[in-house]
């Protein structure tokens, strides 16, 4: 009981700074819209998020991994005692963990190289000005997660060429999500409010595949999964209705995501090539990085242009 608590105080925490970016958009664009969309946004919105994207993706990828077991199976698989459905999912760890770290890692490796940001550490701006080594620094990774994996199983080198491909997928769709929130935004856009919804909805659709990957990092339970990841779109929705105004004194907070983000990547594909973690060490290390940052906000506020000297 102790170790579903902490696991799902983790998984909650994890889902809610990486829609901190997800909150911003959705506040952004909802300002632009009329009061009947926002409450359709607030209502149906939230059961589409937690209870269709968020239910249903983390069965989807355990399905994709096991594609001996039926469907069925992999949606009973939590409520049953079958031992042979136990062991193809144990069986089939190794590749949700390398898959789901190989995507992670990039999108940590992306932030850092490409993507303009507040600034906390010297190094962060150093690593910008870097950016044109990003597609080295990659493709360099990818060789070096084949070549170990094909030593270990080749069905695992699969997994990290199909983790890091979806994230290559997904990164594009993101960076024409940022054009399109300017435009709507700024009013240049000529989509009707409804329009803007389904905008919403997909994008946040998007935004819940880094958050439900990201759980496999602390446990491989589909229920423990649903139940922290509920809860933390649960408080992301909350945060958006009255808290963004709040949120965006915390200026580094994107920052502690992409850490987490990174750190629980390499663990995922440190675990796959035989590194024994501990339950809580995925837990513990997002709420440090959390609370590490939440300081750095506190102490930077208003000064965001500083880095420490580091």
Do not use: H
């Amino acid at each position: 009981m102790i170790e579903a608590i902490i696991t799902i105080l983790g998984l909650c925490v994890f889902e809610v700074i990486c829609s901190i970016d997800n909150a911003v958009v959705n506040a952004n664009v909802l300002k632009t819209i009329g009061k009947k969309q926002r409450k359709f946004f607030f209502t149906w919105g939230l059961f589409i998020a937690v209870f269709l994207v968020r239910g249903l993706l983390p069965f989807i990828i355990v399905w994709l991994a096991n594609s001996s077991l039926g469907i069925q199976e992999i949606f009973m698989a939590p409520f049953t005692n079958d031992q042979i459905v136990a062991e193809s999912l144990e069986k089939s760890k190794p590749i949700l963990l390398l898959a789901g770290g190989s995507y992670l890692f990039l999108i940590f490796l992306s932030w850092l190289f490409l993507e303009e940001k507040k600034y906390v550490l010297k190094l962060e701006r150093f690593i910008y000005r870097q950016s044109v080594w990003f597609y080295a620094w990659a493709s360099l990774y990818t060789t070096a997660i084949v070549y170990f994996s094909i030593k270990v199983d080749p069905v695992l080198a699969l997994a990290a060429t199909i983790g890091i491909s979806f994230f290559f997928i997904t990164d594009g769709f993101k960076q024409n999500a940022e054009k399109t929130e300017k435009e709507l935004v700024s009013g240049k856009s000529n989509l009707s409010d409804w329009s803007k919804i389904l905008y919403l909805e997909v994008l946040d659709a998007s935004f819940s595949i880094d958050g439900v990957i990201g759980a496999f990092a602390f446990t491989t339970s589909v229920v423990l999964i649903l139940i922290g990841n509920g809860i933390g779109a649960i408080l992301i929705r909350e945060l958006t209705i009255k808290g963004m105004d709040k949120i965006s004194n915390y200026a580094f907070l994107k920052n502690g995501a992409m850490y987490s983000i990174g750190f629980l990547g390499g663990m995922m594909v440190f675990e796959t090539f035989g590194l024994e973690v501990p339950f809580f060490l995925a837990p513990m290390i997002t709420f440090l990085i959390l609370g590490i940052f939440l300081y750095l906000s506190k102490r930077f506020r208003g000064r965001e242009d500083e880095v420490l000297k580091i």
